[in-house]
Nanobody, 116 residues
């Protein structure tokens, strides 16, 4: 059974940093792309960043480029999202996402709140 479990969210002041983690289980993590999305209150879920299984192809949304960094540790079945220079508009629930053998999987998310 595929599971994605996020952690690392919390309350932080503007300009601060957080590192989110996503621990995957139930599939061969090291062969799949990992993706982070976020959803702010009253808004649609949006793409944040993605990383291929080798880590050689990484994409970011324009809104986080230069401030966020995605990485993964295949030995630990874990993907990370390092977030620096946080802004109040980064406040959202952050979700881990993967497509495994044609099925979409989401974690339950971790809440990030950035105060001004």
């Amino acid at each position: 059974q595929v599971q994605l479990v996020e952690s690392g969210g919390g309350l932080v002041q503007a300009g601060g940093s957080l590192r989110l983690s996503c621990v995957a289980s139930g599939y061969d993590f090291h062969t799949y792309v990992m993706v982070w999305f976020r959803q702010a209150p009253g808004k649609e879920r949006e793409f944040v960043a993605s990383i291929t299984w080798t880590g050689d192809t990484i994409d970011y949304s324009d809104s986080v480029k230069g401030r966020f960094s995605i990485s993964r540790d295949n030995a630990k079945n874990t993907a990370y999202l390092r977030m620096d220079s946080l802004k109040p508009e980064d406040t959202a629930r952050y979700y881990c996402y993967a497509v495994v053998r044609g099925f979409q999987y989401w974690g339950e998310g971790t809440l990030v709140t950035v105060s001004s």
